[in-house]
C-alpha cells in the first residue's frame, strides 16, 4: 500500500522515519538497499553510475536536479531519474526531503531563491507522482492527505497565506457562508436542492472533484515546507551551528541553480527561443531612456531614476523577455550572484544619477534605498540575497504610463512606433 510520506514527507508516517534514521552521519554512506530500488525502477536509465544516488545527499540533489532540467532543457530524459516515482524509494526520499529543508533553511533562509526552488519541486514531484497512480489510488491518498492538513470545513481564510502569495486563486474554489467546500456528501447536502437539470454528483466533479482537492492539498503541503523551511532557517540563527554536512548540501544545492542558469539562461532559455539576457548597447536605447541617461535637469528626477530607469536597465540586462514570458521572477535567477547587477547595472543607473542636476543620491541618498527596493531586495542601502523577495522587482513602464508621468521624456522617434514598452529592444 502507498505511503501517504511518499507525497506528503512532512505528514507524521514522514516524522516517523526520520526519527528511525539514527547516525546522522550515515546521509553520506552508500546505501545498497537504496542503489538497488533505483537501478531496479520500471524504465530507469542506468547506462552511466551518475545516474544512480548512492546515498542520501546523492538523492537529495537529485530531487533539484530532476526539477531544474524538467523545467528549463529541452532535451530532457525523465528516465534518468525514475527512481524519483518508485514508491519504494520512499523511506530514502523523506529524509532526502528533510536534508533538503533543513540545509537550504540553516544556509540561505525562506526567502531565498533556493527555498524557493526546493519548494517548486516538491509540488511538482507530488504532481507527477500522484499522476502515475491509479484512479483508486490518486483518490485515496488526496483525501488522507487532505484530512490532515486541512480542517475539516475550512473558512477561506484557512487558506489566507496561499492566497495572498498567489499559489492559490479564490476563483478556484467553491465557497458557502465562507467555508470553502472540498468534500462530496458536503456539496450534496448544501447544494443538492439548489441544482436543477442537472445532477448534482456530476456538477460537483466538474466544479471541484479530484482536480480542486489536488490542488489545494500540494499547495498547503508547498505552503508547510516553506514555513518549515522558515522554522529551520530561525532556529539555526538563535540555536546551535548548522551541522557542517547540511551547509555542504546548500552549496551543492546553489551550485546546481548557478550550472542551471549557466546552461540554460533564465527562464527556460532553450525552450521557445524567448530573447536571451545579454550585454547593453545604449545607442539601441529608446529616446526616454537615452534622455534619464544623459542626467535630469529640471523636475522629475527621482521618478525617473528610480521609477523609470531602475526597472529599465535591470530587465533589459537581465530578462527583457519578461513581458513576452510573462513568467515574474527574481533578479537572482537570473544573475545568482549578483555580478551583473553590481558590475553593470548600478554603474548605468548611478551614472546617470549622478549626471542629474542636482545629483541624486548627493542631494537626496536616503532614496539608495528606494533603488534597492525597486529591485526586489526590500528597503535596505544594498542589494543582498539574504533581503530578496521583501519587495517586487518592478517591472519596466509602459510608453502609455511614461506619456502619463513623465511625459517631458517622450519624444519619439522612429523606432518607438514598434515600442509598446520600452525595454528589449536594448542588446547587441
Ligand atoms: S514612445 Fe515609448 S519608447 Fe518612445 S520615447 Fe516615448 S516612452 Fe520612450
Same mark, same amino acid.
Do not use: C, W
Given at each position: 500500500m502507498l505511503s501517504v510520506a511518499f507525497i506528503n514527507p512532512l505528514s507524521d508516517e514522514g516524522k516517523n522515519v526520520v526519527r528511525e534514521?539514527?547516525? #546522522? *552521519? /550515515?546521509?553520506l554512506s552508500d546505501n545498497d538497499e537504496l542503489m538497488s530500488i533505483v537501478t531496479e525502477s520500471?524504465?530507469? *536509465? &542506468? $547506462? %552511466? %553510475? $551518475? +545516474? &544512480?544516488? /548512492?546515498n542520501y545527499i546523492d538523492l537529495a540533489i537529485k530531487r533539484i536536479e530532476w526539477y531544474v532540467k524538467k523545467k528549463n %532543457? @529541452?532535451? +530532457? %530524459?525523465?528516465n534518468k531519474y525514475e527512481f524519483l516515482f518508485n514508491p519504494e524509494i520512499y523511506k530514502f526520499d523523506i529524509i532526502s526531503y528533510y536534508l533538503l529543508c533543513q540545509a537550504v533553511g540553516a544556509k540561505?533562509?525562506?526567502?531565498?531563491r533556493e527555498s524557493r526552488v526546493l519548494v517548486e519541486s516538491q509540488g511538482k514531484i507530488m504532481e507527477y507522482r500522484l499522476g502515475k497512480l491509479s484512479k483508486s489510488e490518486r483518490n485515496l491518498a488526496v483525501n488522507n492527505i487532505l484530512n490532515s492538513v486541512v480542517l475539516?470545513?475550512?473558512?477561506w481564510t484557512f487558506f489566507e497565506e496561499l492566497l495572498s502569495s498567489k499559489k492559490? @486563486?479564490?476563483?478556484e474554489m467553491i465557497l458557502d457562508n465562507g467555508e470553502v467546500i472540498l468534500d462530496k456528501d458536503d456539496f450534496l447536502e448544501r447544494f443538492s436542492s439548489k &441544482? =436543477? !437539470? /442537472?445532477k448534482p454528483d456530476k456538477m460537483y466533479e466538474a466544479l471541484i472533484g479530484t482536480r480542486v482537492k489536488e490542488l489545494v492539498m500540494i499547495k498547503t503541503v508547498m505552503q508547510n515546507t516553506e514555513e518549515y523551511i522558515s522554522n529551520v532557517s530561525e532556529k539555526s540563527q538563535r540555536e546551535i551551528e548548522p551541522n557542517p554536512i547540511l551547509l555542504e548540501l546548500a552549496d551543492k544545492i546553489s551550485e546546481v541553480l548557478v550550472e542551471s542558469a549557466r546552461s540554460y539562461? +533564465?527562464?527556460?532559455?532553450? /525552450? !521557445?527561443g524567448s530573447i536571451r539576457a545579454s550585454a547593453l548597447?545604449?545607442?539601441? +536605447?529608446?529616446p526616454c531612456v537615452k534622455n534619464v541617461m544623459e542626467g535630469i535637469?529640471?523636475? !522629475?528626477r527621482n521618478d525617473a531614476i528610480i521609477m523609470f530607469l531602475t526597472p529599465f536597465i535591470s530587465y533589459a540586462r537581465l530578462y527583457p523577455s519578461v513581458f513576452s514570458e510573462n513568467i515574474s521572477k527574481r533578479v537572482s535567477d537570473i544573475d545568482p550572484n549578483l555580478n551583473v547587477v553590481e558590475g553593470e547595472i548600478m554603474p548605468l543607473i548611478f551614472g546617470a544619477a549622478e549626471r542629474c542636476t542636482p545629483p541624486l543620491f548627493e542631494d537626496q541618498p536616503q532614496d539608495k534605498v528606494n533603488l534597492i527596493a525597486k529591485l526586489g #531586495?526590500?528597503? =535596505? *542601502?544594498t542589494a543582498d540575497l539574504k533581503n530578496e523577495g521583501q519587495t517586487t522587482w518592478y517591472t519596466p513602464m509602459s510608453c502609455e504610463k511614461v506619456k502619463l508621468h513623465?511625459?517631458?521624456l517622450c519624444k519619439p522617434d522612429e523606432h518607438c512606433k514598434k515600442i509598446g514598452n520600452p525595454c528589449p529592444t536594448t542588446t547587441e
Open positions: 534514521l539514527g547516525d #546522522f *552521519e /550515515r546521509v520500471r524504465s530507469q *536509465e &542506468i $547506462s %552511466d %553510475d $551518475s +545516474f &544512480i544516488p /548512492r %532543457d @529541452r532535451n +530532457f %530524459d525523465n540561505y533562509g525562506s526567502n531565498s475539516s470545513h475550512p473558512k492559490l @486563486r479564490l476563483h &441544482i =436543477h !437539470g /442537472r539562461g +533564465f527562464g527556460g532559455g532553450s /525552450r !521557445g548597447n545604449p545607442r539601441a +536605447f529608446p535637469k529640471s523636475g !522629475g #531586495f526590500g528597503m =535596505h *542601502e513623465l511625459p517631458s
